[in-house]
């Protein structure tokens, strides 16, 4: 049996969020980690959570790759050291190189969010000169040089201006959830 079904069978998606630090209410709603919740639209269950306002879902995997910004193999890793459980190491997977991984996941992210911001922009370009922008329109203008600059730096930069950038990480996990979110709606 692999390391994820291995998790899934001896943990829970509440005791992960509570073993990491994540307040959960009575009702079993937390505020989601996915997007930038302002009351709790998350709910955990046993063998999954889902987030009634971004529509995240998932389990607790997922869950302690959002929070701790791992790979799900990571994820799955810290999970079975910290919850004590033993797995049956896999051949290949563990090779892996995470910074490596971060920056392709980052430059993927960018990128995809870059091609968003370049569609909304060409299409609500204002038509008529002095009409007010619409604001998809504004909001590519204003958005663009930074997602731009960033992807920038991550192919071009050196380790120590790359790792600057993918320190953001709570810049990557909205941006994450933007993309999910505009993937669903779209
Ligand atoms: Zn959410």
Same mark, same amino acid.
């Given at each position: 049996m692999g390391i994820f079904e291995t998790i899934k069978q001896n943990t829970d998606v509440p005791s992960v969020a509570g073993r990491y630090g994540v307040?959960?209410?009575?009702?079993?709603?937390?505020?989601?980690?996915?997007?930038?919740?302002?009351?709790?639209?998350?709910?955990?269950?046993?063998?999954h959570y889902h987030c009634f306002a971004c529509g995240a879902h998932g389990d607790?995997?997922?869950?302690?790759?959002?929070?701790?910004?791992?790979?799900?193999y990571e994820a799955a890793k810290k999970i079975a050291v910290d919850f004590g459980i033993a797995y049956d190491v896999e051949d290949g997977v563990?090779?892996?190189?995470?910074?490596?991984?971060?920056?392709?996941?980052?430059?993927t992210l960018l990128s995809e969010y870059i091609t &968003?911001?370049?569609?909304?922009?060409?299409?609500?370009?204002?038509? &008529?000169?002095?009409?007010?922008?619409?604001p998809l329109y504004e909001e590519s203008l204003q958005q663009l040089p930074l997602y731009k600059y960033y992807h920038e730096i991550l192919t071009t930069g050196n380790k120590d201006e790359r790792n600057e950038i993918l320190n953001e990480r709570r810049f990557f996990n909205e941006l994450r959830a933007k993309i999910r979110h505009i993937g669903m709606a779209g």
């Open positions: 307040s959960v209410k009575r009702n079993g709603f937390t505020n989601c980690i996915f997007h930038n919740d302002k009351h709790p639209s998350m709910k955990l269950y046993k063998d607790a995997v997922s869950f302690t790759a959002q929070l701790f910004g791992l790979s799900p563990s090779k892996a190189h995470p910074r490596r991984n971060k920056t392709d996941e980052a430059v &968003i911001l370049e569609e909304q922009k060409t299409k609500y370009t204002p038509e &008529i000169p002095g009409e007010e922008y619409h």
